[in-house]
């Protein structure tokens, strides 16, 4: 009888899961395992980007259910805490197996990890297997007809969707026999939840794991793919998928949203079929971060166009900063989405652009403080499509938004939520403010002083000529 042991990571889910299914074809017991390192919520050299709190609080809940779903196969997760290697070694040796799989990470910090795993298993005798159970390709299997990594997105994308086929999804195995071994901890031990709750928001936003996944991708299939090309702008309604943190924590993988959307629409009239296009591009937009993450790993702490290095940036300012993370810098659309990312662990991408451009343009902070935030609070923290998202607003960035693009968070308001209702729902305090002053409440002091509102910290176009001479200076 042979034994292998699943590390469970990014990848929490039984169905379209190439480690597991692997695992279970060759072995006659598996050993389904996730391990609590310190590597990963501690910051160090060897990981300077550790879990933040609202990731901490889905992989609470996500474990929490991938475990449920073991259990209808009459298995369980064993839980370990502490070094990963030295935890697999000692289950491998409690357990007797022969050969370990996983499922692959891009982060710098992991790939530098599990190859050291890797060499030292296998020296020891160990099978380790890797898999991809993330991406639609791996970042080292699209490159340009010069053989280089991509640098701007249009092409990378013009390559990969004419490599892009739907294919079916693995099934979820049937687990072979598995006994329970001692030394696991429990769930609890790991401390992932925060000792102060201030997660209800999230808790009521959302649904961790693989069930939520799926309900999640029907929701968006049975109504916001239809309208996705004109609604996803749109931060009032639900026009987006908003599968970012289950594909992050590997709920679900492009393969089993790619399949089933092909599925659900194959049985519209084509007549009245929606367009799943515009959708898969941005999915093509995930695969391109971990492209670049890939090739350019210095990319979360270093300008990816090195001539930023010698960009004037204004000195960082705490006060300036904290305004902006509590969502009162007087700028409406600029709180509204800040307030709603520490309410629900999530922003609008829209908004997120928004928010950003004021951070880096009108306040000229560095985008680096901005990407440090949304890595602590976001559920869909993500190294790859933070680093791009950031360094694309900053325009230091892969295919970056020009420098002299500065979101103005009036016009934009004005364009995707004319109505008011996105700015009503998470600014309460301008909820009966009259619509001609609501995206710009700072015209009538009387307003301001009756609501409690703040004053806008900076004038937008002022500070937007600022951000633009900075931007003249550093070129000439």
Excluded at 115 to 136: M, P
Aim: include cysteine; charged fraction near 25%; glycine fraction near 6%.
């Amino acid at each position: 009888m042979s034994t292998a042991v699943v590390l469970f990571r990014h990848d929490l889910r039984l169905a379209d899961n190439p480690a597991l299914t692997a695992a279970c074809a060759a072995n006659t017991r598996v050993l389904p395992v996730y391990i609590h390192s310190p590597d990963d919520h501690s910051p160090d050299e060897k990981n300077p980007w550790p879990a933040g709190p609202a990731s901490r609080w889905w992989l609470h809940h996500s474990l929490t259910a991938l475990d449920k779903r073991l259990h209808a196969h009459r298995a369980a997760l064993h839980l370990c805490k502490g070094d990963t290697l030295q935890s697999l070694q000692t289950l491998i040796r409690e357990s007797g197996a022969t050969a370990v799989h996983w499922n692959r990470l891009y982060e710098p910090a992991a790939i530098a990890r599990d190859t050291q795993i890797k060499n030292t298993l296998r020296e020891q005798g160990v099978g380790v297997h890797s898999h991809n159970a993330a991406l639609w390709c791996e970042p080292w299997d699209i490159a340009t007809q010069q053989g280089d990594p991509y640098r701007v997105f249009t092409p990378y994308w013009r390559n990969l969707r004419q490599q892009l086929r739907v294919v079916e999804p693995l099934p979820e195995p049937a687990l072979p026999g598995w006994r329970k071994l001692p030394g696991g901890v429990p769930l609890s031990s790991l401390e992932l939840l925060p000792r102060i709750r201030w997660d209800n928001g999230l808790a009521d936003a959302w649904q961790p794991g693989e069930h939520g996944a799926k309900d999640m991708l029907e929701l968006f299939a049975d109504d916001a793919i239809g309208y996705y090309a004109r609604a996803r702008d749109v931060p009032s309604r639900h026009g987006t998928s908003r599968l970012s943190p289950h594909l992050h924590f590997g709920e679900i993988s492009p393969r089993q949203i790619h399949f089933e959307l092909d599925r659900l629409m194959r049985r519209v009239d084509a007549k009245r079929r929606p367009d799943i296009e515009p959708y898969l591009r941005e999915l093509g937009w995930r695969e391109f971060a971990h492209h670049l993450l890939f090739h350019f790993p210095r990319t979360p702490t270093e300008n990816f166009n090195p001539r930023f290095d010698r960009f004037k940036w204004a000195r960082a300012s705490k006060s300036q900063l904290a305004r902006w993370q509590q969502g009162l810098t007087g700028i409406p659309l600029v709180d509204a989405g800040m307030r709603e990312l520490w309410h629900t662990g999530w922003m609008h991408n829209r908004v997120r652009m928004i928010v950003a451009s004021f951070l880096t343009k009108n306040l000229r902070q560095h985008w680096s403080h901005g990407a440090r935030w949304f890595w602590d609070t976001l559920v869909d923290a993500d190294l790859a499509n933070n680093t791009l998202g950031w360094q694309w607003v900053a325009g230091c960035g892969a295919d970056a938004a020009p420098y002299f693009r500065v979101f103005n968070p009036v016009t934009q308001a004005k364009k995707f939520d004319p109505d008011g209702v996105y700015l009503r729902c998470w600014l309460p305090e301008l909820a009966d403010a009259p619509l001609s002053l609501l995206h710009e409440p700072w015209k009538d002091p009387a307003l301001l002083q009756r609501s409690g509102y703040p004053a806008p910290m900076v004038d937008l176009a002022t500070s937007r000529q600022r951000a633009l001479a900075a931007y003249k200076a550093h070129r000439e």
